[in-house]
C-alpha cells in the first residue's frame, strides 16, 4: 500500500469517525450541559431582579458554584465538563471535516466551529478542574476577569485600538445572534419535521426569544468594553454579571433585567431541544 493510499484511508477512518455515534453522543451531551448553564444564569438572574441575589454571581462561574452546593455536586460537575469536552470534540471534528449541509466546507465555517472548539475545551477545562478541587477555576467572577484582561490589554501599543475592537466585535456578534434568532435561521439546524404542531410552536418560542435575549447581552457586553476603550477606564468593561445587573439601571428597572433572565433561561431549554432535534 503506498503512503498516499494509507493517508486516504487514515483520514476517511477519522471522517467515519467524526460522523460516527461517540462525536454525536458528545455533541448532544454538551447541548444538555450547555442549556443547564443557561438555565442556571436564568435563574440567578431572575433571583437578583427579585432583590434575592444574595451575593451569587449571574454567570458561568454562580451556575458552576449553583451546582457544586447541591447533592452529587461533584458529580454533577464531572458530568457536566464531560460533556462540555464532548461538544469541544464535535466542534473540533466540524473544524476538521467541515458542518453538516451542503456549505459546510466553507472555510469561514470551519474557522468558527475551531473557535467554538477552543472555547468549550477551555470551559470543560474550567469545570473539570473546579470538580477535581481547585476551586479558583471555573467559579471566578466574570467582572473581575473581564476588568483584568482589560486593564492588561489598554497597557500594551494600540491597546485602545485592540480592546474598542473587540468590544465591536463583540457588538457585532451579539446583533448577528439575536438577528439569526428573530430570523428563524436555527430551524435549519434542528429537525422540524420529526416535531409536533404543539413542540414546533414551543421551539419557536424558545429559539427567537432565547435567542434574542442571548444576543443583547452579548452587544451590551461589547458596549461596555467600547466604553472602556474609549474612556480608558477597565472598570468601564463588565462581565456577564455586571453587564446582567447594568439592566437595572434603565427606566424599566429590574423588569428588563427579569425579562433578560427568563430568555437566557429560554435559551437554555432550547439548547435541550436541540439535544433532542439538532442535525448533528
Known sequence: MTTRSVALSGKSRARRTANGPVVETGARAGFV??????????????????????????DRGGAIAEIAHRPFGSVLLWMLGAALAGMALWRLSEAFFGQSGQDGGKA????????????YAFVSYSVLSYAAGDKNS????????????TAEVLGWPAGQWIVGAAGAAVVGGGLWIAARALMHKYRKRLKMAEMSP?????VDCLGVFGGAAR??????????AIAAAVQRE?????????????????????????????GLAAFGVFSWASARWRTV
Open 33 to 58: 450541559a450547555r442549556g443547564l448553564i443557561y438555565v442556571l444564569v436564568g435563574v440567578l438572574a431572575l433571583r437578583i431582579a427579585l432583590s434575592d441575589g444574595g451575593g451569587q454571581q449571574a
Open 138 to 149: 471555573g467559579s471566578g467572577s466574570s467582572d473581575h476577569r473581564s476588568n483584568d484582561v
Open 108 to 119: 469561514r465555517k470551519r474557522a468558527t466551529a475551531a473557535g467554538r472548539a477552543v472555547f
Open 198 to 202: 404543539s413542540t414546533r410552536r414551543a
Open 234 to 262: 477597565p472598570g468601564k468593561a463588565k462581565g456577564m454579571d455586571d453587564t446582567l445587573r447594568s439592566f437595572c439601571e434603565t427606566p424599566a428597572g429590574p423588569w428588563l433585567l427579569g425579562l433578560i433572565a427568563l
Open 215 to 224: 444576543g443583547i447581552v452579548f452587544a451590551t457586553a461589547g458596549g461596555f
